[in-house]
């Protein structure tokens, strides 16, 4: 079946740990986006990668680091310095480039809680 | 004016009934719409794109205002299983971005 697969579904990080959110799609799309939803609020873009190897920051980059070195692969670290990452972390690719061209298709998502 | 508003609800609605709710957007150079819907905890999924034209899916039907910047949703003959938040989106067509509602909550009681 194809798809987009996160893991964790939960993840719990202690203060001045960096994690890594997995995210991987067998979809053949080019772009690949990562999104913070908080309580009450709608989706906000972190990153988004185009193509392999490149990569943009979206309105919420600080804290965060990505990197797509793999057409199927995206992952997200959520630095030290990323003061309020307790939130649910969406993954998202499109088969067109850019956040505004076409129909996102999502993860089931990742739940990271700070201990 | 916020780039894309929708009213938060909830909508609690008896089951079988109509109902509809908007979504209005600030740029009117704005070129795509969608809605999607998203479950208690899970991710969102598209439920229908918006065409100039309106379009309709079953029991749902969305259509597009541009002169007053809004899009509506309508869900005719509503079950149980329509309980959700549904969101608005929108491609501003600026900086190749697209903005996330934050989203109507629907319940659908029995």
């Known amino acids: 079946d194809g798809g987009i697969t996160q893991s964790p579904k939960y993840l719990f990080r202690k203060e001045g740990q960096n994690v890594t959110l997995s995210c991987e799609q067998n979809?053949?799309?080019?772009?690949m986006y990562w999104y913070r939803q908080d309580p009450g609020q709608g989706l906000r873009l972190i990153y988004y990668s185009q193509i392999v190897n490149d990569f943009q920051k979206g309105d919420i980059a600080e804290g965060y680091s990505v990197s797509r070195e793999k057409k199927e692969s995206f992952p997200l670290t959520v630095t030290s310095a990323q003061k309020n990452p307790t939130a649910f972390y969406l993954c998202a690719s499109s088969s067109q480039q850019g956040p505004g061209a076409e129909t996102q298709y999502f993860g089931p998502g990742t739940r990271l809680l700070v201990l | 004016r916020k780039e894309v508003e929708q009213d938060p609800g909830p909508f609690n609605v008896p089951e079988g009934a109509t109902v509809a709710f908007n979504c209005t957007y600030s740029?009117?150079?704005?070129?795509?719409f969608f809605w999607y819907r998203q479950d208690c905890r899970k991710e969102p999924k598209l439920l229908m794109s918006v065409y100039s034209s309106g379009n309709e899916d079953g029991r749902f039907t969305a259509q597009l205002n541009r002169a007053s910047q809004y899009i509506s949703l309508l869900i005719r003959d509503s079950k149980l299983s329509d309980s959700a938040t549904y969101l608005c989106?929108?491609?501003?067509?600026?900086?190749?971005?697209?903005?996330f509602g934050k989203g109507t909550r629907l319940h659908i009681l029995p």
């Open positions: 979809l053949n799309h080019d772009a």
């Open positions: 989106v929108v491609n501003l067509n600026r900086d190749d971005k697209i903005i």
């Open positions: 740029n009117s150079a704005s070129q795509s």
